[in-house]
């Protein structure tokens, strides 16, 4: 009964942040085949999440003789993050990729892995998401009525500036710094002492362009999808924290499933994130070769002074209350040792 009206709560919630936001609901055009389901997110084409997922829901419905037709919308085709979330809640979609950043808006621990310096990399990572941490999240996740299929790689993340390089946290001080519109963000680099900004993505090659914004902090996919060595000069390799995109769909659309359809695609989403982790690792070698190329100055900083700084600016310490110290601890497994 406790979960039931907890789901029914959250509902209404993410109803009426829709509804404040102005966002309009696209609907997905079905036929009339039984199984005809649908997979929403926010990557563009390009993005090996995009392309490794195209290849699976051709094997599902393969495999499956047709019994289940499963539509990829990739581009955020269907509308932002907050968008696709209502549509899966409430059965306009089945399956969606949400960014931990956004999903920590709703469940808090889905940001845990976003945090700050906490990886060294993948291997660290990937440790922590298939262990204890991710149990933790996914059971999170879980009491608002999503099952967790996987993890989509969205990379460790970097910052470009267009008149200095950032080699220590004081390179970042006062500069006009794009970030997305998430808590994590914001108080990451107001913490380092820089000036956050929430430009949207639309606007953000213009602003870099015209010095609206001093810089900006992203993956290097996402950055070469914007060319960014058009308008900035200078690549930071500061590698601050990791996103990624969660694939959930809902736990009673996917345990009303048979036990043959839900093999087939766990088993080819499954291969598809496989797929994806492996290559998106190799294309950030190849764009961080590509940027060099076009004469941006790349240099790799000292992370260890980044985290200093977050460490006497007690970001980490304003993080452990929020997550809360149960949450925290399942982090600090795999992590280093946060705020010390």
Known sequence: ?????????????????????????????????????????????????????????????????????????????????????????????????????????????????????????????????????????????????????????????????????????????????RVPPSPLYISLFSALGAAPTTLSVGELYTSLQTRVADGMEGSLIFMDSLHVPEVQKNLSSTRHNWEGLWLITRSDYWNGLSGDIRSIIKSNLDRALTSEHAAFTGLEKDIERRFAEKNMDIIHPDRAEFRKKLVESNYYEMWRSRFGQRSWDELEKYAQSLGS
């Open 1 to 177: 009964m406790e979960n039931g009206i907890r789901r029914r709560a959250f509902l209404t919630a993410i109803g009426a942040m829709a509804a404040t936001a102005g966002l309009a609901l696209p609907t997905v055009q079905r036929s009339n085949r039984e199984r005809k389901v649908a997979l929403a997110g926010p990557l563009p084409n390009a993005h090996p999440g995009s392309t490794t997922m195209a290849a699976a829901v051709q094997a599902i419905s393969r495999e499956t003789n047709g019994d289940v037709v499963l539509d990829y919308f990739p581009n955020s085709m269907l509308g932002n993050e907050a968008n696709i979330f209502v549509q899966l809640q409430t059965g306009a979609i089945e399956f969606a990729m949400t960014s931990a950043s956004f999903l920590s808006t709703i469940v808090p621990s889905a940001g845990l892995p976003c945090m700050a310096y906490a990886f060294d990399g993948y291997e660290q990572l990937w440790g922590a998401l298939d262990g204890d941490l991710g149990d933790h999240i996914n059971a999170e996740l879980g009491r608002i009525g999503l099952t967790v299929i996987g993890v989509v790689d969205n990379g460790f993340r970097d910052i470009t500036t267009s008149d200095r390089l950032i080699r220590t946290p004081d390179d970042l001080h006062g500069v006009k710094l």
